[in-house]
Nanobody, 128 residues
Framework: QVELIESGGGLVQPGNSLRLSCAAS????????MAWFRQAPGKERDSERD???????????FVADSVKGRFTISRDTAKNTVYLQMNGLKLEDTAVYYC??????????????????WGQGTQVTVTS
């Protein structure tokens, strides 16, 4: 069993940066495929969370086209934490961002239904 706690959200202007953290407890993050999802305003169901970026247990990453070149993911096994670095933020990046842990298999799933453990979410608002 792993528990996840996100932090680092906030209010920023377009073009600025934020770094989100996902601190894990209970098991090491390197045992899982870890992913960040986001849920835009107006989307109420968990199934409407969009995949943003992920890192496989083996270390390779997978990035959604919408954030490619702007967002990166990293993990610090010593701190048992996964990070989401967001640069060049846009208005459309406004969402609640969730960290999720899934099976540490070779496939990086992009559907939220494949992830068993979620954090509580952190709000990111990009506004001018």
């Amino acid at each position: 069993q792993v528990e996840l706690i996100e932090s680092g959200g906030g209010l920023v202007q377009p073009g600025n940066s934020l770094r989100l953290s996902c601190a894990a407890s209970g098991r090491t993050v390197s045992a899982f495929n870890m992913a960040w999802f986001r849920q835009a305003p107006g989307k109420e169901r968990d199934s409407e969370r969009d995949f943003v970026i992920g890192v496989r247990a083996g270390g390779s990453t997978f990035v959604a086209d919408s954030v490619k070149g702007r967002f990166t993911i990293s993990r610090d096994t010593a701190k048992n934490t996964v990070y989401l670095q967001m640069n060049g933020l846009k208005l459309e990046d406004t969402a609640v961002y969730y960290c999720a842990a899934g099976s540490g298999g070779p496939r990086m799933y992009t559907s939220p239904s494949n992830y068993a453990t979620w954090g509580q979410g952190t709000q990111v608002t990009v506004t001018s």
